[in-house]
């Protein structure tokens, strides 16, 4: 083969081959659905902590996460419901904070889930619900701990103002 037959070929082949890296390229990114794109970047919110929680006091502090690597921090919606189900779901919050006190339940089980969202995006699936049980101190225990209180008050206040009237000079 002659040097100028080469030197022909040379430009087609070098054409070819960035033919096939475009259509290589192309192809990579046709095989990466939108909805698969979407989901590498989508938002996962989490409850924090253990999935059961225990109260005596009818409070407690949930805390929760999203995992981003990049853009505006997280806005995050939470909610509470009565059943697991969520079907009578009831917003507490939104905003950007990660972390909210609850009071003021009564005894039962309530459940609490959230989800988060980026900026104008879609919001996030809900988070797997957390689930806080409230037993609240029985009464009894409640009002001897109240007897024992008064007794140390009056205790107290009986010691203070006998040794006051010792000390008093006539």
Request: charged share 20%.
């Amino acid at each position: 083969m002659s040097s100028v037959a080469a030197k022909a070929i040379l430009p087609r082949l070098l054409r070819l081959a960035l033919l096939a890296a475009l259509l290589f390229c192309a192809l990579s990114c046709w095989m990466i659905s939108p909805a698969a794109a979407a989901e590498s970047t989508a938002l996962h919110a989490e409850m924090l902590g253990d999935p059961r929680l225990e109260s005596q006091a009818g409070s407690s502090t949930l805390t929760w996460k999203a995992a981003h690597e990049a853009g505006p921090e997280p806005t995050y919606e939470l909610q509470r419901a009565s059943d697991e189900s969520f079907s009578d779901p009831k917003t507490l919050y939104s905003g950007p904070d990660q972390g909210r006190y609850v009071s003021g339940l009564l005894d039962g089980s309530y459940y609490f889930r959230v989800r988060a969202r980026q900026g104008d995006a879609a919001w996030s699936e809900w988070s797997k619900p957390q689930r806080l049980v409230v037993t609240h101190w029985p009464k009894n225990r409640a009002l001897g701990l109240m007897a024992v209180g008064a007794l140390v008050f009056l205790a107290t206040a009986f010691v203070v103002l006998r040794g006051t009237a010792k000390v008093r000079p006539s």
